[in-house]
């Protein structure tokens, strides 16, 4: 069977990074005003564009392997930039962490209906 990739996963990790920069802008001077509209238009296509894949990353996630793991992990590393470096480090640790935690839960599934 042909592996399905990781770009689709790429598209959503994208908006989300697209949203936590955003917000981590809008909240730059502590409060939000109207003019901070300039920060959330250019969301949009980026959030739906995640939702239009969003069976595709299921089905990627589902399809991960090891190697692939290791790539988005990496990859994380290299797309995510925060200002605040310590709050950067715990979200791409998270989310490094949520991915190899569904993937266990997925091998558990895996295991207990064979």
Partial sequence: MEKLGIDNIKTGLKA???VAEAFENIMD??????SDI?????????VVGAFGVIDEMG??????????????????????????????????????LAVRLGKLIKDFIVFFKR
């Fill in 16 to 18: 989300v990074f697209a």
């Fill in 29 to 34: 001077d502590d409060k939000v005003s109207i």
């Fill in 38 to 46: 300039r920060h959330i238009v250019p969301l949009i296509p980026k």
């Fill in 59 to 96: 089905d990627e996630y589902k399809d991960l392997d090891e190697a692939e793991l290791d790539e988005l992990h990496i990859w994380i590393k290299e797309e995510f930039d925060l200002e605040d470096d310590a709050v950067e480090a715990k979200i791409e640790e998270g989310l490094a």
